[in-house]
């Protein structure tokens, strides 16, 4: 494959936009999902002349009777849709204060962003099948992104970077919750980003809702401050209680149950409880979830303490497709029973 690099200013690109002869093709490049900021950070490239990578095209449909021609646009969707939006003043464009409106520029500075030179390289005609596959190699990585890392690489939003900050807290590193691997490749995010998604909605299934939610809240997400003061208290809260390192506490899925069920009880139910006391009951129930096995008979779990007899559901849940959204209900409703014992200190352990 042969192909060509020149340089197209601005205005030829704009044009060619607004003329229908360049074509994004969205069937196989990314949606567009940057964020206002990340749109106003390469429009300020732009505009202080600075340049930007090169995009790629390839020939297109010919009308046989007029001669013209149509490109498509292999990969730059995101860049030259934005300098379009910028230029047509699009409401999906909203600029930050420090800059100016394509309308408010002076007759020098609209004339500098319309002569600006894009390099762009031609493809020249080749199939659809071609074109996608420089597409892929072109955004190619060394190994497969798993799902959180095709997140990060297409929202670069608020909500995203809320869970990144709660992912750094002090608390997850000092009871190693996860693994070095697992922080490369963000698995602590995804598991910030579940929690918090959880605590703003219901238990949902695996990681279903998470990019409709990275998409709501990609320019703005007012629900973080608050957000993060109530987790870190839900933290602290953990670190009163103090559970021994081979508690099930610590494993994720069952982390995940309690972060979720002591932020609901604490300031949604607004109940009062004493970590002491919670960590009692709590160790007594994952002691019993423990010794519970599968082979575990009817007359052992109705001998289980009446704000217990969740143990044989809860071991299930726990073990199997931990992160579909029955095994979460489960282990969330009676973790939220042992929590509300927990809150009657009449009752003795």
């Not at 464009?93 to 609209?110: G, H, V």
């Not at 959180?148 to 608020?158: F, K, V």
């Not at 001998?303 to 073990?319: Q, S, T």
Request: aromatic share 10%.
């Amino acid at each position: 494959m042969k192909t060509t690099a020149t340089n197209r200013r601005t205005r030829e690109l704009l044009t060619q936009i607004r003329r229908g002869t360049l074509e994004p093709r969205p069937e196989f490049q990314r949606r567009l999902v940057w964020s206002n900021k990340d749109k106003c950070a390469f429009l300020e490239t732009v505009l202080l002349n600075y340049p930007f990578p090169e995009i790629y095209v390839a020939a297109g449909e010919v009308d046989v009777e007029t001669g013209e021609a149509k490109e498509m646009l292999v990969d730059g969707q995101q860049r030259i849709t934005t300098l379009f939006q910028y230029f047509t003043a699009s409401p999906d464009l909203k600029l930050i204060k420090t800059l100016k409106p394509y309308a408010q520029l002076s007759t020098d500075e609209k004339e500098r962003f319309l002569q600006y030179e894009v390099v762009v390289r031609d493809l020249g005609k080749v199939g659809i099948e071609q074109i996608r596959e420089v597409f892929r190699r072109i955004n190619a990585t060394r190994y497969a992104l798993n799902a959180m890392e095709i997140h990060n690489a297409r929202y670069e939003g608020e909500l995203k970077t809320c869970a990144e900050e709660l992912a750094q807290r002090p608390f997850f590193e000092s009871h190693r919750i996860f693994s070095a691997t697992e922080i490369r490749r963000m698995q602590d995010t995804r598991f910030l980003l579940t929690v918090v998604v959880t605590l703003l909605s219901a238990y949902f299934n695996r990681d279903d809702e998470i990019e409709d939610w990275l998409k709501r809240y990609n320019d703005e997400f007012s629900h973080g401050p608050e957000v993060q003061k109530e987790l870190d208290q839900v933290l602290a809260f953990m670190e009163a209680m103090d559970p021994p390192s081979t508690s099930r506490a610590w494993k994720k899925a069952d982390l995940f149950t309690l972060l979720v069920e002591l932020h609901r009880i604490l300031f949604r139910d607004k109940v009062k409880l004493e970590p002491r006391t919670v960590a009692e009951r709590l160790q007594r129930f994952y002691q019993q979830v423990d010794n519970f096995s599968e082979t575990a008979t009817q007359e052992r779990e109705i001998e289980a303490d009446n704000y217990y007899r969740g143990v044989g559901n809860y071991y299930k849940a726990a073990l199997q497709a931990t992160n579909d959204r029955g095994s979460r209900i489960a282990r969330g409703e009676i973790i939220r029973e042992v929590l509300n014992a927990a809150s009657q200190p009449s009752l003795e352990l």
